[in-house]
């Protein structure tokens, strides 16, 4: 399985959306650097206030492109970047791959795929309406979130749009993804 990157981005400041850049740098066990949410520790607020101590899991956020059209069907309009996304991909099932998945990105970047962004309010105060989109239930009730997938970096490099991206399967069962 491969795909493509359609876009990379970063924000220094907490801010919801993250602007498209020409390229981004992974940093080993850190994340994108200059993003706000790169460390060992958790950077996101709601966790900081639990436990800063927590390790990070979620040091690059990746995106399928393919939700802004599934999304647009319903008149909603996403570019990349602006769901805060660090990676906007086409061409994988982000969302079907399992925990551990190894992502070679580019000539060198490695990131491992921890879970599932959990969407928040924040998404309704970009658009309205557009959380009930990217969180639902299935036919059995079971929680389904859309609005992207997690990783630490396991090796850095450059990423830049238009990278390939090669989807490493773990060894053993497979777990599903779950929030992180």
């Known amino acids: 399985m491969s795909g493509r990157v359609t876009a990379v981005s970063s924000n220094g400041e907490y801010s919801f959306t993250k602007p498209n850049r020409d390229s981004i740098r992974l940093l080993a ?6 993003d706000v949410h790169a460390g060992v520790t958790v950077k996101h607020r709601s966790r900081v206030a639990q436990d800063p101590t927590q390790p990070n899991l979620r040091q690059v956020h990746l995106m399928h492109e393919e939700l802004f059209a599934e999304v647009g069907e319903d008149g909603f309009e ?3 970047g602006e769901l805060g996304e660090n990676i906007t991909t086409r061409g994988i099932d982000l969302l079907g791959l399992p925990v551990g998945t190894l992502l070679r990105i580019g000539d060198t970047a490695v990131v491992e795929v921890t879970g599932l962004r959990n969407p928040c309010i924040q998404i309704d105060n970009f658009q ?5 989109r990217v969180v639902g239930r299935d036919e059995a009730g079971n929680v389904v979130r859309k609005a992207g997938i997690m990783s630490v970096v396991r090796e850095g490099g450059v990423v830049r749009p ?3 991206i090669e989807v490493e399967l ?3 069962p497979h777990r599903p993804l779950d929030r992180v």
Not at 29 to 34: R, T, Y
Request: without cysteine; aromatic residues 0%; negative net charge.
């Open 29 to 34: 066990g850190l994340g994108v650097e200059g």
């Open 78 to 80: 996403v570019a990349p």
């Open 128 to 132: 309205d309406g557009l959380l009930k």
């Open 162 to 164: 238009g990278d390939a």
């Open 170 to 172: 773990p060894t053993g």
